[in-house]
């Protein structure tokens, strides 16, 4: 089963430009990624760019063979899914996903619970510290 995700990346004018993430979205792992991988605006601008993912980080194919660690976006396998831009960061967040997690240029990256059956439904969510070992 998937946990599912929204990446955003905050905008001047507070719009948010996001992607559809769809495995391992939970703060634990997805959001040690994002921290660990994409640490600035550039790098979290260009992991949205790509639209939406798999995984922001695997070595494993559509097909199952291994490839480079990195994203691994649903257009590789054909499909046009872009990035998507809502107007602000409540539209942002009434997503779909469980998680919404936005780069933001004060506070880096925030994670949102957007489960709507969680007793924490849109409180922002501690992100652990420290890389996975991968």
Same mark, same amino acid.
């Given at each position: 089963?998937?946990? =599912?995700? #929204? /990446? ?5 004018d507070? %719009?948010? *430009?996001?992607? &559809?993430?769809?495995? $391992?979205? &939970? +703060?634990?792992w997805?959001? =040690? /990624? ?6 600035? #605006? ?5 992991? /949205?760019?790509?639209? $939406?993912?798999? %995984? ?17 976006? !649903?257009?590789?396998r054909g499909?046009?899914?872009? +990035? #998507?831009? $809502?107007?602000?960061?409540s539209?942002?967040?009434?997503n779909?996903?469980? !998680? ?13 619970d957007?489960? $709507? ?6 409180? %922002?969510?501690? /992100? +652990?510290?420290?890389? *996975?070992?991968?």
């Amino acid at each position: 089963m998937a946990t =599912r995700s #929204r /990446i955003g990346l905050e905008l001047a004018d507070g %719009s948010v *430009l996001s992607a &559809y993430h769809h495995w $391992d979205g &939970y +703060p634990e792992w997805l959001g =040690r /990624i994002l921290k660990t991988h994409y640490n600035d #605006r550039a790098k979290a601008a260009e992991l /949205i760019d790509g639209g $939406d993912m798999s %995984s922001a980080w695997t070595n494993a194919g559509f097909n199952n063979e291994t490839v480079a660690q990195g994203p691994l976006y !649903y257009s590789q396998r054909g499909e046009d899914c872009p +990035p #998507r831009l $809502d107007k602000n960061l409540s539209e942002f967040l009434q997503n779909g996903e469980e !998680y919404g997690y936005v780069y933001t240029e004060t506070e880096g990256w925030l994670c949102y619970d957007t489960c $709507d059956w969680h007793e924490t439904y849109l409180e %922002s969510q501690e /992100i +652990p510290t420290g890389a *996975l070992a991968v």
